[in-house]
């Protein structure tokens, strides 16, 4: 099955710096990548995903990057605010089938004023 | 549109309880899950269902039960509480089994076992 492996487990930037979260996966099938946001206390949200046919999608301040030949995809969000503080999640899904998503073990970023 | 409802949000359990967490959805989605999320461990995926009645096990399946009789609720029941079920229940639903949509989570429920 597929393994969805997260660095860093935590990542502490200042406020105003960028931060940067990857994924690796190991089923070449897979061609549907989520990120999702968990605020403390609150539900996992998606903030961004990216298929296999794309190399990268921005949206303001969050991109997400796909390597289909190093088989990892990377969450990149500049201008850190405070508000950014929270658990981001990566996962990999693959369609066509009664698929379920793979989740990697969760980066909790901490932004400091 | 109210999404994913999940209730309760808090439940205290005595070790050998029984109950149901409900999971309710109005977007008719066809995929809907539920995970169970413990400090440093992720969400592990507990079961799973494709469409109303299909149901299949995740991760971790053992002490808990699911049916889905309507496209629209998909009830977790626990059996027999134990102290390692204390946890944080989400629920999650997608428009698309077929793997290329995104889920959408309820609030949640924090479940402890005594």
């Known amino acids: 099955g597929e393994n969805v492996e997260q660095h860093p487990s935590t990542l502490s930037v200042q406020e105003g710096d960028s931060a940067v979260i990857k994924c690796t996966y190991s089923?070449?099938?897979?061609?549907?990548f989520p990120w999702y946001k968990q605020e403390l206390g609150k539900r996992p949200q998606l903030i961004i995903d990216i298929r296999s046919n794309v190399g990268e999608k921005k949206d303001q301040r969050i991109a997400v990057t796909l390597n289909k030949t190093a088989k990892h995809f990377s969450l990149h969000i500049t201008e850190t605010q405070p508000e950014d503080s929270a658990v981001y999640f990566c996962?990999?899904?693959?369609?066509?089938?009664?698929?379920?998503?793979?989740f990697g073990r969760g980066t909790s970023l901490i932004v400091h004023p | 549109n109210a999404g994913v409802t999940q209730t309760p949000k808090f439940q205290v359990l005595k070790t050998g309880q029984s109950m149901t967490l409900q999971c309710a959805q109005d977007?008719?989605?066809?995929?809907m899950s539920w995970y169970r999320q413990d400090p440093g461990m992720g969400l592990r995926l507990i079961h799973y269902s494709v469409g109303a009645g299909i149901t299949d096990q995740g991760e971790v399946p053992n002490g808990y039960n699911v049916s889905r009789s309507t496209t629209e609720d998909f009830p977790l029941r626990l059996l027999s509480a134990a102290p390692s079920q204390t946890s944080v229940y989400f629920c999650?639903?997608?428009?698309?089994?077929?793997?290329?949509?995104?889920?959408?989570f309820g609030n949640g429920t924090r479940l402890t076992v005594t």
């Open positions: 996962a990999a899904n693959k369609s066509g089938g009664s698929y379920i998503p793979t």
């Open positions: 089923d070449s099938a897979s061609n549907y």
């Open positions: 977007m008719n989605h066809e995929y």
């Open positions: 999650a639903s997608s428009y698309s089994s077929g793997g290329n949509s995104p889920l959408h």
